[in-house]
């Protein structure tokens, strides 16, 4: 019988932890033919394993708390952790679900088959060695080792063509589009943590609907947008993988499109550079405007090829607004176009931005002005001419 369903013991759980994370590959071709259920999956692996980093995560912080700078030392309160582990082990395993969604979905652009079941097995499977570097936040001063967790990455790797039937070819593109999708869905996940965690508004829920899927707090993942934005995505990652990622924007270009004054800024500083690595190749120029004790800086960035992995984030409908003590945060759709805003009104900074035809970033921030100043900064940009632009090139 599989490790992953209902009745197996710790040491079946153990020996599978080992051998994923010891050996994949062979691990990986077992798991293949497994028979197994969602349910037997989430209560037999999925569980036990994401409940490490969520009560380690509980005990250092109130046995040990948290130590800073100088000195600095403190213990956080009991209720606080409390309500932020079991919203994050709520959030984890919904998450996992999400990404089963999406790989099952990518599968046919890959040239891969669709199975729901072998898409929740690697989403599954492959969260093993974050969860098991979960251990490391017993102790805070050690929590960077977390980062150990990032071999998930290569589980994933191993295990996308094997159990998808993709050809391996595929596998990096395929690996790369599902890791631009975990981390939207790292985003979302932070946003639909306060509902989680209200208190009467009833058990979290998720569901698919019309092509949509569901997520507490209202966040709604459009699968046939992400679809199209897979095949960018795609295409995208193809391209970086080959070096062949086109050329971003000539700095000194982008540098017409800072005004020299800005609502009776004057524009003090103007600077521009480009640069890229592995294919992935960006620009971007940056003016700094003063007016009395007012600054700001005014960025247009041009992310290039990797610009079209953004579309990813269109497909999960961000939306999201907080507000506390004089400071708020909001991210979400305005006229078609993602954007975030930030802004606190006591100390009089923020920041705002805006992505333009899923390529150019454009975004004001400072301090001493007011959010409507920094959001025509924003717009003095000219939105359209960007659109222009990316439609040239």
């Given at each position: 019988m599989s490790v992953v369903e209902p009745g197996q013991g710790p040491a079946t759980l153990v020996g599978r932890v080992r051998s994923i994370l010891l050996q994949p590959g062979r691990t990986w071709e077992e798991i293949d033919p497994e028979p197994a259920t969602i349910g037997?999956?989430?209560?037999?692996?999925?569980?036990?394993?994401?409940?490490?980093?969520?009560?380690?995560?509980?005990?250092?912080?109130?046995?040990?708390?948290?130590?800073?700078?100088?000195?600095?030392?403190?213990?956080?309160?009991?209720?606080?952790?409390?309500?932020?582990?079991?919203?994050?082990?709520?959030v984890t395993l919904i998450g996992v679900y999400v990404l089963a969604l999406i790989i099952d979905l990518l599968a046919p652009s890959f040239q891969g088959q669709r199975n729901q079941v072998q898409a929740f097995k690697v989403a599954a499977y492959s969260g093993t060695a974050a969860w098991v570097a979960g251990v490391f936040q017993i102790l805070p001063a050690l929590g960077f080792l977390s980062i150990l967790g990032l071999y998930s990455f290569y589980l994933l790797y191993k295990g996308l063509p094997r159990l998808m039937k993709t050809p391996q070819e595929k596998a990096v593109p395929y690996t790369a589009v599902v890791v631009?999708?975990?981390?939207?869905?790292?985003?979302?996940?932070?946003?639909?943590?306060?509902?989680?965690?209200?208190?009467?508004?009833?058990?979290a829920s998720m569901h698919a609907n019309r092509g949509e899927v569901t997520m507490p707090g209202g966040a709604r993942v459009d699968l046939g947008q992400l679809e199209a934005a897979s095949k960018r995505a795609q295409a995208a990652a193809e391209s970086i993988q080959s070096g062949q990622g086109g050329e971003a924007t000539d700095p000194s270009r982008l540098k017409a499109y800072l005004p020299a004054t800005i609502a009776g800024y004057g524009r003090t500083e103007l600077t521009a550079s480009s640069g890229g690595v592995g294919g992935v190749n960006g620009s971007q120029a940056v003016g700094t405007y003063t007016r009395g004790d007012g600054r700001f800086t005014l960025t247009v960035t041009d992310l290039g090829a990797a610009g079209a992995l953004t579309a990813m984030a269109g497909a999960f409908n961000l939306e999201s607004s907080s507000e506390s003590e004089g400071r708020y945060e909001k991210v979400g759709e305005v006229d078609g176009r993602m954007t975030t805003e930030e802004y606190d009104t006591g100390a009089r900074r923020g920041e705002y931005s805006v992505l333009v035809a899923d390529r150019f970033l454009v975004q004001a921030e400072g301090e001493g002005v007011s959010i409507e100043e920094l959001k025509a900064a924003v717009r003095s940009v000219g939105f359209s001419q960007l659109e222009q632009l990316a439609q040239g090139d």
């Amino acid at each position: 019988m599989s490790v992953v369903e209902p009745g197996q013991g710790p040491a079946t759980l153990v020996g599978r932890v080992r051998s994923i994370l010891l050996q994949p590959g062979r691990t990986w071709e077992e798991i293949d033919p497994e028979p197994a259920t969602i349910g037997g999956l989430y209560r037999s692996y999925v569980l036990p394993l994401a409940l490490i980093p969520a009560v380690c995560g509980l005990i250092g912080p109130l046995v040990f708390g948290y130590r800073g700078l100088f000195g600095f030392h403190f213990r956080p309160a009991f209720t606080w952790v409390v309500a932020a582990q079991v919203s994050g082990l709520v959030v984890t395993l919904i998450g996992v679900y999400v990404l089963a969604l999406i790989i099952d979905l990518l599968a046919p652009s890959f040239q891969g088959q669709r199975n729901q079941v072998q898409a929740f097995k690697v989403a599954a499977y492959s969260g093993t060695a974050a969860w098991v570097a979960g251990v490391f936040q017993i102790l805070p001063a050690l929590g960077f080792l977390s980062i150990l967790g990032l071999y998930s990455f290569y589980l994933l790797y191993k295990g996308l063509p094997r159990l998808m039937k993709t050809p391996q070819e595929k596998a990096v593109p395929y690996t790369a589009v599902v890791v631009i999708a975990a981390a939207v869905i790292g985003a979302v996940a932070m946003m639909i943590l306060g509902p989680l965690t209200r208190i009467g508004q009833g058990p979290a829920s998720m569901h698919a609907n019309r092509g949509e899927v569901t997520m507490p707090g209202g966040a709604r993942v459009d699968l046939g947008q992400l679809e199209a934005a897979s095949k960018r995505a795609q295409a995208a990652a193809e391209s970086i993988q080959s070096g062949q990622g086109g050329e971003a924007t000539d700095p000194s270009r982008l540098k017409a499109y800072l005004p020299a004054t800005i609502a009776g800024y004057g524009r003090t500083e103007l600077t521009a550079s480009s640069g890229g690595v592995g294919g992935v190749n960006g620009s971007q120029a940056v003016g700094t405007y003063t007016r009395g004790d007012g600054r700001f800086t005014l960025t247009v960035t041009d992310l290039g090829a990797a610009g079209a992995l953004t579309a990813m984030a269109g497909a999960f409908n961000l939306e999201s607004s907080s507000e506390s003590e004089g400071r708020y945060e909001k991210v979400g759709e305005v006229d078609g176009r993602m954007t975030t805003e930030e802004y606190d009104t006591g100390a009089r900074r923020g920041e705002y931005s805006v992505l333009v035809a899923d390529r150019f970033l454009v975004q004001a921030e400072g301090e001493g002005v007011s959010i409507e100043e920094l959001k025509a900064a924003v717009r003095s940009v000219g939105f359209s001419q960007l659109e222009q632009l990316a439609q040239g090139d």
